[in-house]
Structures are given as C-alpha cells and as structure tokens.
C-alpha cells in the first residue's frame, strides 16, 4: 500500500468531499417525516404482536396451574 504523506491526504479527502451532493433542507425534512411515520407503524404493529403473544401464553398457563 502506498503511503501518502499528511498534505497529499488532505487533498484527498476534500476533493472526495467537494463530489457529495447534500440533501436539501426539504428532501431532510420529508425523510425525517417518514422515519417517523415508519417507526410509528412499526411500534404499534410490534405492541399487537407482543399483546396477542402474551395473551396467548397467559391462556396456556391457565391450563397447566
């Protein structure tokens, strides 16, 4: 592997960084609106699952006790 010296490196990382094309503010906005859309759906499907889960293994051990 080649080694770069400190400078070179640098040039490196801000040529590479000048290439990312950032999210605008509204593009940000709609994803964090999804993300919790999202989560919010996943949670309450994963709360149903757990509840139903629960109820089932209380009802079983009613006929073991």
Do not use: C, H, Y
């Amino acid at each position: 592997m080649a080694k770069v010296n400190p400078g070179e490196f640098i040039r490196q990382v801000r040529a590479e960084t000048a290439k990312v094309v950032w999210p605008s503010s509204k593009e940000t906005m709609m994803t964090a609106v999804m993300v919790l859309i999202m989560t919010t759906i996943l949670a309450l499907f994963f709360f149903g699952v757990d509840t139903a889960f629960s109820r089932i293994v209380k009802l079983l051990l009613s006929f073991v006790g």
